[in-house]
């Protein structure tokens, strides 16, 4: 009887403490997944609002891409200096 009484009280200690750890654990996760999820929404805004981006960026005449000037390409169009994202784009575009 007392075994019993035991074995009840042992499976429920157990019982508990797994729950204690698989909430950790899950909770764990479901952070690791919600900064995942944050840092795929900023990298995927391929048109992202000027502000929140600690910057000017600029848009490529050529792709409509916004990216920061340090990393322009330029080429003077009909006396405009104009910033492509890329040489491809700074090739592409028609005058
Ligand atoms: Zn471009």
Redesign the pocket.
Known sequence: MLRTFLYLIGSIFVIALMRGVIGIVTKGVAQLFEEEAAADKTASGKQPSKEGFGGELVK?P????FFPPAKARQRSVQGQTLS???E??KAKLAV
């Open positions: 490529c050529s792709c409509g891409v492509f994202c890329s491809d784009c």
